[in-house]
């Protein structure tokens, strides 16, 4: 069997997590029984990440758009999260994982939110892995947030319109302090991006598999790793450039 290269691990990885509704519609389960199990695939991925040595993990939990689903989904959605967060603290404590929020605070429920806050507070020092739970997160709103935050900083005399460049924008990201995402894994054989870290996505390498996310667990996780590594990432270049030292233009 394959094996995976240490020296070649992508350094940021992100899921959409998708297929919790069919994975529960195929055992006769309501679409909640999905999202638990599906829960568990979270800690399953986590955990293979810290053991392998993946430095950063985005996870799409709840879009911008998951509100519009029904009311009792998204109040379970809601409680399922805030125990995931209860019951996990004290291993991501132990384990040294730092978790941080990428998306909008507003809307959250504010006893959710308070715990998630100072679960981020806690782990806010740690270093072994980023878990970035996306929630109520949509990559449209995100760039137009990093848009406002450099009007801003125009406003404010702090700069010039002149001074945007694409660094200067990735600052106002989420992903501001995030390597470059080297692959986007999505579950249940969608082929879309769903507005998910659209700014981010410009050189990812894309994944998808049929499996539903409940059933994506560590050997799954492996086989995503393995086609990665499989792949060659041009960035534009020709595989010549790459294989050799050839400088552009010439
Ligand atoms: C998509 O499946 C999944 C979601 C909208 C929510 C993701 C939530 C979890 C994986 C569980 C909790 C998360 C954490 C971090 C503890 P779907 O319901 O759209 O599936 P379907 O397309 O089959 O209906």
Redesign the pocket.
């Known amino acids: 069997m394959d094996r995976l290269d240490p020296n070649r691990l992508p350094r940021h990885v992100a899921i ?10 195929k055992r006769l389960l309501n ?1 909640v029984a ?3 199990e ?2 568990e ?3 399953a991925v986590i955990e293979t990440a810290r053991r392998i040595g993946i430095p950063h993990l985005t ?5 911008k758009e ?1 509100w519009q ?1 029904p009311k009792h ?1 998204v109040q379970a ?1 809601w409680q ?2 805030r ?3 209860r019951s ?1 603290r004290p291993k991501l404590l132990e384990n040294r994982i730092r978790v941080r929020h990428f998306g909008d605070p507003e809307g959250i429920p504010e006893d959710v939110y308070a715990e998630f806050a100072s679960l981020i507070r806690e782990t806010a020092g740690f270093d072994k892995l980023t878990v970035n ?1 996306a ?1 109520n997160y949509g990559g449209r709103q995100e760039i137009l947030r990093a848009a406002a935050l450099f009007a801003e900083d125009v406003r404010a005399g702090r700069c010039n319109p002149s001074d945007l460049t694409q660094e200067a924008f990735e600052k106002h990201l989420f992903t501001a302090d995030t390597p470059e995402l080297d692959l986007l894994i999505r579950t ?1 054989g ?1 082929c879309r991006v769903s507005n998910f870290l659209l700014w981010q996505l410009a050189y990812a390498e894309i994944y998808i598999t049929e499996t ?3 059933d994506f667990r560590e050997p799954q996780f492996i086989e995503a790793l393995l086609d990665y590594q499989r792949r060659e990432r041009r960035f534009g270049k020709t595989s010549e450039q790459l294989r050799s030292s050839i400088p552009p233009n010439s």
């Not at 959409?16 to 519609?25: H, S, T």
């Not at 996870?59 to 879009?63: E, G, M, P, V």
């Open positions: 959409i997590m998708d297929g919790n509704g069919r994975w529960a519609q679409r999905g999202h638990e599906g829960a695939s979270v800690r996870l799409y939990a709840f879009s998951n689903r989904e959605l399922l999260l125990r995931f967060i996990e739970l929630l249940s969608e539903l996310w409940p």
